[in-house]
């Protein structure tokens, strides 16, 4: 019994411990205020429920191979084909508004998925590849920088990832930038 107790605690510690390892932020450039706030996107669709599958599962259906969610926010019909017709003045409309109406499921067709990012004039950095730290994730992503658009209200950063994972139910989401790929 003793055993017992001094596992729990050791392992009650080391959770902490590595909590807060997990928390710790790395800095995106060189100024602090280069923090990324955007919009990830992938190919997915909306689908009709399927009973029994299970959430964030891979599967394969009448409606094609992907991987499926029970719940839908409204981001599914803006994939990485609509990205081109996004401005800055857009992408903050998304944010307080989807654009659909939410369905019931969804199936993400594939891995690959984007992300569209707000940043503040300066601090550029150079398309190519690069590691994305996601808010609240301990791992980075590696990603690829693919575009810098620039608008009158900052920049507009596109990038490409090619993991899914717990990923895959971002949305709205703060993102640092590590170089190297």
Same mark, same amino acid.
């Given at each position: 019994?003793?055993?017992l107790?001094?596992?729990?605690?050791?392992?009650?510690?080391?959770?902490?411990?590595?909590?807060?390892?997990?928390?710790?932020?790395?800095?995106?450039?060189?100024?602090a205020? /280069?923090?990324l706030?955007?919009? $990830? +996107?992938?190919?997915?669709?909306?689908? &009709?429920?399927?009973? #029994?599958? =299970? *959430?964030?599962?891979?599967?394969?259906?009448?409606?094609?191979?992907?991987?499926?969610?029970?719940?839908?926010?409204?981001?599914?019909?803006?994939?990485?084909?609509?990205?081109?017709?996004l401005?800055?003045?857009?992408?903050?409309?998304?944010?307080?508004?989807?654009?659909?109406?939410p369905?019931? /499921?969804?199936?993400?067709?594939d $891995? +690959?998925?984007?992300?569209?990012?707000? &940043?503040?004039?300066? #601090?550029? =950095? *150079?398309?190519?590849?690069c590691r994305?730290?996601?808010?609240?994730?301990?791992?980075?992503?590696?990603?690829?920088?693919?575009?810098?658009?620039?608008?009158?209200?900052?920049?507009?950063?596109?990038?490409?990832?090619?993991?899914?994972?717990?990923?895959?139910?971002?949305?709205?989401?703060?993102?640092?930038?590590?170089?190297?790929?």
């Amino acid at each position: 019994m003793l055993f017992l107790a001094a596992c729990a605690y050791a392992g009650a510690f080391l959770y902490t411990a590595l909590g807060g390892l997990a928390a710790a932020r790395l800095p995106v450039f060189e100024r602090a205020e /280069a923090q990324l706030t955007g919009l $990830a +996107v992938r190919h997915e669709r909306v689908i &009709a429920p399927i009973p #029994g599958a =299970p *959430e964030g599962e891979r599967i394969r259906t009448a409606e094609g191979p992907g991987v499926y969610f029970s719940s839908c926010d409204g981001y599914e019909s803006l994939g990485p084909d609509a990205l081109d017709a996004l401005g800055q003045e857009t992408l903050s409309a998304l944010r307080d508004a989807p654009p659909d109406i939410p369905g019931q /499921a969804r199936l993400v067709e594939d $891995a +690959v998925w984007f992300f569209l990012a707000e &940043a503040a004039p300066g #601090g550029s =950095p *150079e398309p190519g590849p690069c590691r994305l730290r996601f808010a609240g994730f301990a791992r980075p992503v590696p990603a690829r920088l693919l575009e810098i658009r620039e608008t009158e209200a900052g920049r507009l950063l596109l990038f490409r990832l090619n993991e899914g994972g717990e990923y895959l139910k971002i949305r709205w989401i703060e993102a640092e930038i590590e170089r190297g790929g």
